[in-house]
């Protein structure tokens, strides 16, 4: 109802500046956490990770205004590279990282991603929203950066991976080979899932599983799209471990 911005605390000590029309981070706000199952496994694999000893890095590819950046810096103490196009969602993904002080975790770039370096055509008129858009788009656009995922992370040990370009994944992993090859990426969180993808994922070794954020435990599911992201683990005993380890956090009264 309000027509400003406002502060709202989130969890763990995380806070999000939230307006109007913001879908996902309002999702939050009245859930807890918006993509429940996807998050909590960030928390629990990062935390783990952290009391572990060891640096770990996230990559969040169309990080929006910043949910998942925000618990994998907060919560998991994770180096962060998030990767956003639009201008307007960049400067309120860049408000929720000064907000927080996470300037020295998370590095920004605004680009979109793809299989080569180039440019493209990307809406600026869909709030949260916004996505690639070709020559009959009849709203407002502009040209943005397209660089490679590859190109990216080159010198970074990636650890997890979440791709969310609303129905672009397939190119983004296309430009994505060397990050895909290194063995420090166990997690790679995945909206999009066709053959291509499935193919693609199963030739580096990962494993398509489900979550249960309150036992903690993995199940292998079969190659269907049943409307939820896809959780691809690599060395499935590191990561399962990992996840036992952490600490347990508290979400709107629940524990997990």
């Known amino acids: 109802m309000l027509p ?26 009245y859930c807890g956490l918006h993509e429940f199952t996807d998050m909590s496994l960030l928390i629990h694999y990062l935390s783990g990770s952290q009391r572990a000893d060891e640096s770990t890095v996230f990559v969040d590819a169309g990080a929006n205004i910043g949910s998942f950046s925000l618990l994998a810096a907060g919560i998991g103490q994770a180096h962060v590279l998030a990767i ?20 020295n975790l998370v590095k920004l770039h605004q680009c979109a991603l793809g299989e080569t370096d180039s440019s493209i055509r990307f809406s600026v008129d869909k709030d949260t929203m916004n996505s690639v858009v070709d020559s ?17 992370t080159e010198g970074l040990k990636v650890n997890m991976l979440k791709i969310d370009v609303e129905g672009f994944e397939e190119s983004v992993l296309h430009g994505a080979t060397q990050t895909l090859n290194n063995a420090n990426l166990k997690i790679v969180l995945l909206e999009g899932d066709n053959d291509q993808i499935r193919a693609t994922m199963k030739c580096n070794g990962f494993i398509r599983m489900g979550y249960d954020p309150f036992t903690r435990r993995f199940r292998r599911i079969e190659d269907i799209n ?11 005993d590191e990561v399962e471990r990992k996840c036992h380890s952490a600490p347990r956090v508290e979400v709107y009264g629940f524990e997990i």
Do not use: H
């Open 136 to 152: 009959s788009y009849a709203g407002e656009w502009l040209d943005v950066p397209v660089r490679t995922l590859d190109s990216l």
């Open 84 to 103: 956003e196009p639009a201008p307007q969602t960049m400067k309120r993904l860049a408000r929720n990282i000064t907000l927080n002080g996470f300037g």
């Open 4 to 29: 400003f911005p406002i502060v709202t605390p989130w969890i763990c000590g995380v806070n999000l500046v939230m307006e109007r029309g913001m879908t996902g981070a309002t999702g939050n706000f």
């Open 226 to 236: 049943d409307g939820n992201n896809n959780i691809w683990i690599r060395d499935f």
